[in-house]
């Protein structure tokens, strides 16, 4: 193989392991909000309004 076509399938595997990624945090999204009892992401409730904080952990 010469470097060009190397570099290509590189380029392939690199895009494919990364779109591979994507779908798995997509479907671990989806479960979590299929369950309702999961909290969520640590960084959601954050938040300086406390009015917003509580709207969020009444969802």
Same mark, same amino acid.
């Given at each position: 193989m010469s470097g060009?076509?190397?570099d290509e399938k590189? %380029?392939? &595997?690199?895009?494919?392991t990364a779109l591979e990624e994507v779908? %798995? &945090?997509?479907e671990? +999204?989806?479960k979590r909000d &299929?369950?309702?009892a999961a909290s969520? !992401? +640590?960084g959601d409730a954050v938040t300086p309004n406390? !009015? +917003?904080?509580e709207q969020a &952990?009444?969802?």
């Open positions: 060009e076509e190397d590189d %380029r392939k &595997e690199q895009f494919d779908l %798995r &945090e997509v671990e +999204a989806e &299929e369950d309702k969520g !992401e +640590a406390t !009015e +917003a904080q &952990e009444e969802d």
